[in-house]
């Protein structure tokens, strides 16, 4: 008798092939799922939204960066255009987006 398997990424891409057909309209995208995140942080010192410091960590994640410092140097090496568009405020000192 075959073991079972201890995995459950079979039976839930199962489930995903059994889904009708998402209309983007419909789904919300990272940003707007991120929003729904609260902020646990004291607003005192708040220099970036929550909403853009976990878009910034998803997409190095996505990125392949697998420690804080990688993700990190995602960020500082990230084309300002990817920045703005996750929501960067930049700073009007160096100019530079992303949180330090």
Known sequence: MPANAS????PALDQLRDQS????????????RLAQVPDPRDPCGVR?????VLALAACAVLAD?????????WISDAPPAVLDRLGARRDPLTGRPPPS
């Open 7 to 10: 995995s459950p990424i079979p």
């Open 21 to 32: 057909e998402v209309v983007p309209e419909e789904c919300p995208g990272l940003l707007e």
């Open 48 to 52: 970036h939204a929550l909403v853009y």
């Open 65 to 73: 960066a697998t420690s804080l410092l990688a993700v990190g140097e």
